[in-house]
């Protein structure tokens, strides 16, 4: 559905709003201008309260189908990013696998072909890692194998992983860090929810890209690490959707930046998961953001 599509919707369930509340509130008054003496009280309650009912029914009736329009709308996008970031790559070693069979090209050649699929697999590769991911996060039934974990070093090694696969020069993202901070959570868990953090931190920067990495504490028993870019920002009226499933902020960026709005949703199951929570912060477009994972020091 089309943004004019619920505009309309609104608009026709507000105006069905006002009339239902005009004709209860019109019904009231003439009862009443029957004079006091000659009020059947019971029966003004009465349709005090059918009125009042019917316009409660129609708000939760209006909130629900927009939101219910939202998710739909969601969900479709992210089934066209899915679709995008799955026949990409695939169209992709489709053609470097029709040219090595057809042609024998030159070893150089040859080599630059099995690098570029390689490349295209690992895409491949973590587009499917990212809905299993999402998947696992949402399992209420699962529990995190809380272990302590050194904070520095599992930093590192994400940092590392983040600038070997966007091709990035060890000053893009410096780290501030006491090497004995240590937190209770799952390594492999936190993980994945740097790296998530890492990866938007830099794909929605220009270049050069300058990302900083600062840890704090612990604070009353509390561990801060928080993850700044310089990169597009977020609207602040859209702080508090981003960690929605399927959620992707700003529909410009939506249209230079490829992803499938499941990155920050992992991102807030996994840290409540440890005990933890996530906040982001962003003084809007343009400004960069910042994000805040809160976990339980050791």
Known sequence: ??????????TLLTVLLLVVTSLGVG???LVLNRGIEDVD?????????????????????????????????????FLDAVTHEMKT????MRLY???????????????????????????????????????????????????????SDLLHRCIADIQ????????????????????????GELAVVFRN????????????????????????????VEIRDRGVGIPSDELHKIFQRFYRAGRDVQ?????????LFIVRNLVRRQGGRVVARSDGFGQGSRFVVTLRAC
């Open 89 to 92: 790559p695939l169209a992709s």
């Open 1 to 10: 559905m089309t943004r004019r599509s619920i505009g309309f919707l609104a």
């Open 255 to 263: 249209r230079t930046a490829s992803g499938l709005g499941l990155g």
């Open 97 to 151: 696998l029709d040219t090595l069979d057809r042609h024998d090209p030159e070893p150089v050649h040859r080599r630059e072909f099995l690098g570029n699929m390689r490349g295209d697999l690992e895409r491949l590769d973590r587009t499917v890692e990212q809905v299993l991911a999402a998947a696992r996060a949402e399992d209420r039934r699962a529990r995190a194998q809380l272990e302590r974990v050194s904070l």
């Open 197 to 224: 953090l890492l990866e938007n931190a830099v794909k929605y920067s220009d270049a050069p890209v300058e990302v900083s990495v600062r840890v704090r504490g612990p604070v009353d028993g509390r561990v801060n």
């Open 27 to 29: 019904w009231q008054l």
């Open 41 to 77: 009280w019971a029966l003004v309650v009465a349709g005090a309260t059918g009125s009042l009912l019917i316009v409660v029914g129609l708000v939760w009736l209006c909130v629900w189908l927009l939101r219910e329009i939202g998710a739909n709308q969601r969900q479709r996008a």
């Open 164 to 187: 070997e696969t966007h091709q990035l020069p060890a000053h893009a993202v410096a780290l501030e860090s006491d090497p004995d901070a240590q937190v209770r959570g799952s390594a």
